[in-house]
């Protein structure tokens, strides 16, 4: 997207702690050149880079995408267990199904939430609020497992308990700041949670 806008390119490094929030955060953030959005970014200007990389991102869907190790095992197991797992995004929706699909993982979850399927997206409770309405959990059954800030908070926010994962996407913060219930370290060590 910057390369075709003609504007400076950033480190993966650095364009991955600008990642959590959803595509149009994100597209914010490459346009600001910082975590922190320029407010004065032209909303036209905008919307035309966000085209962009929402073409490219669905032009080169998996390209380089891999779950982390033991992810895909650990939710099978879940799923075999008859746990109800869901997918809850800030992902734009279009992206989750072909992204999972490519992945052998979109039989697993009950259902997916993307960042434009309600009206709020994490951290704010409604996702999880809205998938334990639909799968008729109460929240006291409910369990959030999230790897950044908007997913514990989100969790807090809902009063459903958490266990966060201590890589992933979190702006190069700790997971425990946000108190999950608990930290794992690798995801697999979720199942001794559960058992």
Known sequence: M???LGRDEFSDDLIDSWVGNGAQVLVKRALSASVDIDKNIDSTFFEEALSIFLQYYKNNLCEATLPYKDVKETLELLHKNAYKLVIITNKPSAFIEPILTKLEMFHLFSFCLGGDSL????????PLIYACEKLNFSIEDALMIGDSKNDILAAKAANIESIGVSYGYNYGEDIRVYNPE???????DILKVLH
Do not use: A, G, Q, S
């Open 2 to 4: 910057l390369r075709t």
């Open 119 to 126: 009206e709020e997206k994490k951290p704010h409770p409604l």
């Open 182 to 188: 608990v930290v794992v370290d690798n995801f697999i």
